[in-house]
């Protein structure tokens, strides 16, 4: 059993959609006992890093995601992967979880579109099981205008948008964030949901 | 790199396809469902949604369409047609859309874009803009499916539309549409030099080599074809082997 965190998400619809279609049991929530009690953890998250940290608070979970992160695998997407930093300046500065080293920042570079939107290649640096049985090349789809700033060692994949932008990280545990969509990247996108499931197991 | 986008638009009537599409393996041509299944299946990177009659009583059965597809297809969805208010942009993000595409209401309401983007952000609102050339050298913005000139000129309303949030624009040109010469090169040129989203090309593509003339000649980040998909005359595959073979990033 997957538990979704429920805290007013925008893509919470999408990633529940992903996750029915490839029958993978989950369970949305905002319950402390219900997240103790779930094989893993799915953070979805879009919008505004500030907003949704406050959300996030009011359900009094942080503490919860915290504990369980050590224990079981927790998967942010988008604004979820970003909130599993320090913190970010999105709006003023604010802390996110800090379940893995680094910052969130605005998208450097002067001469690309922001928001980076579409479908950008995955240029991969580490072995990840979520990545299991998915050839490349790979490409999932992006929508955001601030990225993670952190150390190499916690990028298992990133992507070029003139500048190396981290699509997938993990804390080297039981953490993992993907940038991109799952939900929206096509059957590659839920191939990683279908090996998020089977890591729970 | 960011790939390059194909995306086919499927026009929907009463909750029905418009005309209705000829692919192998779908029985009912006229299942919106299906056919997006299909598309989603034969790899495009994105799909739209037109609901063309836009009426008050049949938004249900449009917005049922949009549900039971997002259900099924994991890849953007865009859904376009009829959508006049803020309540109506979140009715159809609601039933699983990824992105709103608004058109005449824009022209008429350009405050309509900036609410959208600052409730639901820049990256789900999408511009559609029917435009024609005004024989003296510009370009004029019409409404309703190309049917009311605006006296809007083209270029000024490009840059209004980037400053009031929109996250990307959708260029038909009315003289290019339907005759499958070729997208509309000139004016795709000359509105991507005054913004800086992306721009959506749509209307004319006819032949393979359409797609890829698109991409090389102009900055338009991705292309939009209807008949030419539905009909079978070319495969979404296909298009996109073509781009690759001249160094055009794709999916």
């Known amino acids: 059993m997957i538990a979704v965190i429920d805290y007013g998400a925008g893509n919470l619809f999408s990633v529940c959609n992903a996750l029915e279609y490839l029958n993978i049991a ?51 997407i988008c604004l979820g992967m970003q909130m599993l930093f320090e913190r970010s300046d ?6 996110g979880l800090g379940l893995i080293p680094g910052e969130v920042h605005r998208i450097p570079s002067e001469k690309v579109i922001i928001p980076h939107m579409g479908w950008n290649e995955l240029v991969i640096q580490q072995e ?37 932008v981290p699509a997938l990280v993990t804390d080297g545990g039981f953490v993992f964030g993907a940038q991109y969509h799952p939900e929206k990247s096509g059957e590659k996108g839920l191939q990683m949901l279908r090996n998020f499931e089977r890591m729970a197991k | 790199m960011l790939a390059k986008r194909i995306v086919p638009c499927l026009d929907v009537r009463h909750g029905k396809v418009v005309k209705g599409v000829n692919f192998e393996g779908v029985k009912d041509v006229g299942d919106p469902v299906a056919c997006a299944a299909e598309y989603n299946r034969q790899g495009a990177d994105e799909i739209v949604f037109y609901d063309i009659v836009a009426s008050h009583e049949g938004r249900g059965t449009f917005l049922d369409v949009v549900r039971e597809t997002a259900k099924q297809v994991f890849v953007p969805l865009t859904v376009g047609g009829g959508i006049a208010t803020v309540e109506d942009m979140r009715q159809t993000l609601r039933a699983g859309a990824d992105k709103i595409s ?31 050339r005004d024989g003296k050298g510009g370009y004029t913005v019409y409404a309703n499916g190309g049917r009311i000139d605006m006296h809007v000129d083209l270029l000024k309303w490009v840059e209004e539309v980037e400053r009031r949030g929109a996250g990307e624009i959708c260029l038909n040109s009315i003289d290019t549409d339907g005759v499958r ?3 509309d090169l000139e004016m795709l040129k000359a509105v991507c030099a ?8 749509s209307g004319g593509a006819g032949k393979l080599a359409d797609f890829a003339t ?22 979404i595959p296909q298009v996109k082997a073509d781009c690759r073979g001249k160094g055009i990033p794709m999916r």
């Open chain 1, 26 to 76: 989950h369970v949305v929530t905002k319950d402390a006992r219900e997240i103790d009690e779930a094989d893993a953890v799915i953070l979805p998250g879009v919008g505004a890093f500030p907003a949704a940290m406050e959300s996030l608070k009011a359900t009094g979970l942080i503490d919860v995601i915290r504990e369980n992160a050590k224990k079981k695998p927790l998967l942010g």
């Open chain 1, 90 to 95: 999105e709006m003023g500065a604010c802390e």
């Open chain 1, 128 to 164: 990840c099981p979520l990545l299991k049985e998915i050839e490349i090349p790979l490409y999932t789809y992006f929508v955001h205008s601030y990225q993670a700033f952190c150390d190499d060692r916690n990028i298992v994949a990133y992507c070029d948008y003139d500048g190396k």
């Open chain 2, 102 to 132: 608004i058109n005449s209401s824009a022209v008429k309401n350009p405050s309509l874009i900036s609410e959208g983007a600052e409730i639901f952000g820049s990256q789900c609102i999408v511009v559609g803009i029917d435009a024609k």
């Open chain 2, 181 to 183: 010469g070729g997208f």
């Open chain 2, 194 to 201: 005054r913004v800086r989203i992306p721009v959506i090309a």
């Open chain 2, 214 to 235: 698109v991409f090389q000649e102009t900055d338009a980040t991705a292309a939009l074809a209807a008949s030419l998909f539905h009909f079978g005359e070319l495969t």
